[in-house]
Each structure stands twice: as C-alpha cells, then as structure tokens.
C-alpha cells in the first residue's frame, strides 16, 4: 500500500496547530489550496469521531470521508468513504507534536490503493508522486498559515 509523508516545524503550539487544521469554511479556503469546496455532513457541527464531511478539491475531484480518529491535539485519522473511481481506498492521518523551539512538528500522510490492481505497479508511482506534490504544497501552506498573524488571530476568534 503506497504512503506519502511530509513534515514541518510550525510556530504555534500543537493545541492551535491542530485547530488550524480542522477548521471548515472561509478560514479553511484561506490557507488550504487543496480544499476548494468542503462542509461537514449529517448536521455535525464540529470535526469528531464518526464525523463525515465532503470535500471538494483543486482537481474538482469529490470525496466524503469519515474521523475514524480525532484526539486533539496530537492526532486526526480519516478514510474515504466514497471519492475517485481510481482510489479503492485511501487515508490521511495528521500528527501533531510538541517541537524543541516551542513551536509543533506537524507530520500528515496518505495512504492508498489503486484500482484496477493490474494497474498499480505504474498507478501506484505516479499517484505517490502526484500525493506528494500535493502533500507538500498543502502542509508548505499550512506552515505560512501557522505564521500568519491574520490567520493565527482569525483563529482565536
């Protein structure tokens, strides 16, 4: 099962970091250029355990995924529900955890299957390079987020 991975040092503690994270709406679209469209389902009004949300992403591609973990402010776990045609499953975790400068490593993964199997020893290789790519530019933009005064104090508020 292929898995991408990357990790950031970010200048708030892991409590506000992870916050920043699981925020939905107009402060999500402001620092996340993955998410272009994105609500939580079944009237849930906050990130939890067993909370489905549906997103749409900057490839227009839709997916509804589920918390299968949520412990702020260490760690959140999700698995698609539906999405792609081509992904016959697919998971992202996020861990946060507490940086030696008193700021946070933050650490998100993905990981996948392909579909149809006979294609993923060359599906698999281009999706962990496309995942990748995206990955970093996501968890890059999150940092400047965490840096960012308007959106640290957008958060407080």
């Not at 994105?38 to 009004?45: D, E, K, P």
């Not at 996948?112 to 962990?128: E, N, Q």
């Amino acid at each position: 099962m292929p898995r991408v991975e990357s990790t950031v040092t970010v200048p708030l503690d892991p409590a506000r970091a992870f916050a920043l994270s699981q925020t939905y709406g107009e402060l999500r679209y402001r620092w996340d250029p993955f998410v272009r469209e994105q609500r939580l389902l079944g009237g849930a009004t906050g990130a939890a355990k067993g909370v489905r949300t549906w997103t749409r992403s900057r490839h227009r591609l839709t997916m509804v995924s589920e918390y299968v973990t949520f412990r702020p402010p260490g760690h959140v776990g999700m698995r698609m529900v539906t999405g792609p045609w081509f992904f016959r499953t697919f998971s992202g975790g996020w861990n946060f955890a507490p940086a030696a400068d008193g700021g946070t490593e933050a650490t998100w993964r993905y990981t996948f299957t392909i579909r149809p199997g006979w294609l993923a020893p060359v599906a698999d290789r281009i999706g962990a390079w496309l995942l990748g790519r995206d990955i970093r530019r996501r968890l890059d933009a999150f940092a400047a987020a965490c840096a960012d005064p308007r959106i640290v104090a957008a958060l407080a508020a």
